[in-house]
């Protein structure tokens, strides 16, 4: 058992020093256009929503633009819904023909483009699957699954579905797209521990260094690190245990063409940069429309957040959790070595001072890693080595305009 932690150690670090990543909800639900628990919320039979996928031609979709899209906002991995709550398969499947290949008009696989892209482009393919929520094979293991406006409830049969869908789809996920950074597993209520073991070995015995996430389970220390709840930022870190936060752009997860709720750039920034002072990864999502295009509102937002990140990346990738992993009111720290990048957040910015007590390290030099905004050099007199000492940082007059980074 000794040498798995060892191997995930190893497999687990393109993860940690990544910190950033985009999540893609795209199926057969942005045909509808009310985001992908559609078929759920209006009980749509199975027969009913099958007839979309003759309907779902995404022509403009462009695996290129997507992966670029990622890249330049500084996203390192993709997790794109293979197959989400529906059924609907986002990729060839030999298992049912409910796919996009084989009933839409479209017939291509995205998933196949995307890695071939990916592996263009240096980013890390990963693959969300909804192992236990399935509204196309309906069972009686899950609440949200049994679809009572649709089936009788003895027409349902989780093994059937379990062997027959479940273990062949991940098998195809694994051995047809090339090397796969982590399988996103999502709602195992219900699943017994022996079905959780079951899956994760089949993970491991196709590629042992693909990840997975803990939502494989719904039993304690399952997956390789830890998915917090969607949009959450836990209080602390989880000391050198791997986690990750998955987010929205705005407040849904797949297309609704009625949600223009976005976040701010600032305030998306400042989620990042607490994320990352303590130890965890974002997974920032974007959910395409029916004609395969990430919506405008959220690639400008990528842009945005893009441009921060180019200036600030080395602050973020390859940081580990702050020996201080609480909020200060202006900003957040990160570490990585022996330097320290305090995320100064202009509003919360007065024209006093930052005192951070506890620095256990010499501060050498104190020096800036964006555009300076200061009037003033720091003020490093009170940097004198004393065990514990207060890096005492005067910044007058004008805020910084954003956030800046300081290498200490
Ligand atoms: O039910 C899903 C939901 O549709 C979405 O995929 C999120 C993403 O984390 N996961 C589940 C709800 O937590």
Redesign the pocket.
């Known amino acids: 058992m000794q040498e798995q932690i060892v191997e995930n150690k190893k497999s687990i670090d393109w993860f940690t020093e990544s910190r950033f990543g985009m999540f893609i909800?795209w199926g057969l639900y942005a045909a509808i256009g009310k985001s992908?628990?559609t078929m759920y919320g209006q009980k749509i039979p199975v027969k009913e929503y099958e007839k979309i996928a003759a309907t779902f031609n995404p022509k403009r979709f462009n695996a290129k633009e997507w992966v670029s899209v990622a890249k330049e906002a500084g996203m390192k991995y993709i997790v794109i819904t293979a197959k989400?709550?529906d059924g609907f398969a986002m990729f060839k499947s030999e298992t049912e023909p409910f796919n996009i290949v084989d009933s839409t008009p479209f017939e291509r696989d995205p998933l196949k483009e995307l890695a071939e892209e990916c592996a263009i482009q240096g980013l890390k393919l990963c693959f969300y699957y909804s192992h236990v929520i399935d509204w196309h094979h309906p069972h009686s293991i899950h609440e949200h699954c049994n679809n009572t406006w649709d089936y009788q409830l003895e027409e349902k049969s989780f093994y059937n579905y379990w062997n027959r869908l479940v273990k062949p789809q991940i098998t195809e996920l694994l051995t047809q797209y090339g090397p796969i950074g982590i399988i996103w597993f999502?709602?195992a209520g219900g699943l017994s521990k022996k079905d959780s073991e079951e899956i994760v070995q089949l993970v491991k015995k196709y590629q042992p260094d693909c990840l997975i996430n803990s939502r494989v389970s719904h039993w304690p220390n399952f997956g390789d690190y830890q998915s917090k709840g969607?949009n959450e930022i836990p209080m602390y870190g989880e000391g050198t245990k791997a986690w990750e936060t998955?987010m929205t752009l705005n407040k849904s997860?797949g297309y609704n063409e009625q949600d223009d709720n976005y976040k701010t750039t600032e305030s998306i920034i400042r989620k990042m940069v607490t994320i990352f002072s303590k130890g965890g990864n974002l997974l920032l999502n974007v959910g395409p429309t029916s004609l395969g295009e990430i919506p405008i509102p959220s690639v400008e937002k990528l842009k945005e957040i893009g441009a921060w990140m180019n200036e600030n990346g080395e602050a973020v990738y390859g940081t580990k959790e702050s020996p201080f992993p609480y909020e200060f009111d202006w900003g957040a720290i990160t570490v990585k070595g022996k330097k320290v990048y305090l995320h100064i957040q202009n509003n919360k910015w007065s024209t006093g001072s930052i005192r951070i007590n506890g620095f256990k390290s010499k501060v050498k030099k104190v020096y800036l890693l964006s555009e300076p905004h200061l009037n003033v050099p720091f003020e490093q007199n009170s940097v004198e080595f004393v065990g514990l000492y207060n890096l005492h940082l005067n910044l007058q007059n004008e805020p910084p305009s954003e956030f800046i980074s300081v290498v200490v």
């Open positions: 909800h992908e628990w989400h709550h999502d709602t969607d998955p997860w």
